[in-house]
């Protein structure tokens, strides 16, 4: 635990700390939420650490960040939304004017307004839940769509080249730093089967038929907040990884995280299957906030997106096998090879239902 009320005294709170603790179910960086005495009112903020162990640069996230939510807002403001500061995260200036304020060690800390009255579900329980997630991320595009200036700072760069992924498998490949190549060979021929699909989006992109949007780039659905008593996604959240990218990649990722029964990690991969209604609600929500920005090109990728960030994410793991887990942790020895395996499934269960997939997009 960080010395919380000290780390508050960096920020325009206009107030007295009373308390914090740990908050969320979040990965990287350090979350908490605090609690202000303003002028007799508790009022509550999320604080955070940024992990610059991930993000190595972390005062140019957090000036896209800013850029984000300033337009957002400002968008919010001209469509005379009556909830525009619960629609989007604002950031609280430190005591210098500055979003962001580096504590005595160096570490990067932001504060933002607690959204009350809203939540994120780690386990997505009923389409209505996933089409209003996906509604909500097609809103956050649609809002930052005419994002004015310079491209956004690239936080994680090639984050989802597919492109640059393949490469770094077939890098592993060559080096087989642990002999492990040998007993995954079924595995990498599934993968370099697939390699034409690998580049399409990336080819796509620098002959600009596809347009370079600011994007999520991380949509699981508990990314997203739910009214508490609507069920309505409203605000977008973990801007971290907001950059430039591809629509098609943000859908992808929401197809891959939404749609399989089964965990990620599942032994079992005869549990793992790409759920058609589970689809239906992710495109009926999204499209009906997206549908009026996409390109005709955009929308028609929009079935094939799934498979890809699949593919990418299979990729990843399968890559950290055979380099020895030096990038996500593992809780058993052969955890990355499950993961990359439950991903082949899910692949092999997308290509499968194409053509339905297709018809759905269709439709809607």
Sequence with gaps: MHDLKAVSTLFDLRGDFVHGYSYGSGHINDTYCIWVDQAGQRIRYILQRVNHNVFKQPIPLMENVKRVTDHALKRLKEEQCPEAYRRTLTLVPSVDGKPYALDSDGNCWRVYPFIERART??????????????????????????????????TIPNFHNTTSRLAALKEAIQSDPLGRVKEVQKEIDWYLSRESDCHLVVDYLKSGELPLRCTHNDTKLNNVMLDDVTGEGICVIDLDTTMPGSAIYDFGDMIRTATSPAAEDEKDVSKVTMRMFMFEALVQGYLSSAKSFLTPLEKSLLPF????????????????????????????????????????????SIEAQMDEMKAIVDRY
């Design 305 to 348: 997106s799934g498979k890809l960030l699949t593919m990418e994410c299979g990729i990843r793991f399968l890559t950290d096998y055979l380099s020895g887990d030096v990038y996500f942790k593992i809780h058993r020895p052969e955890h990355n090879l499950d993961r990359c395996r439950t991903q082949m499934a899910l692949v092999e």
């Design 121 to 154: 579900y780690d386990q997505i329980e009923t389409t209505r839940q996933c089409q209003e997630a996906a509604r909500a991320f097609g809103e956050f595009q649609k809002l930052t769509a005419d994002l004015p200036g310079e491209p956004l700072f690239e």
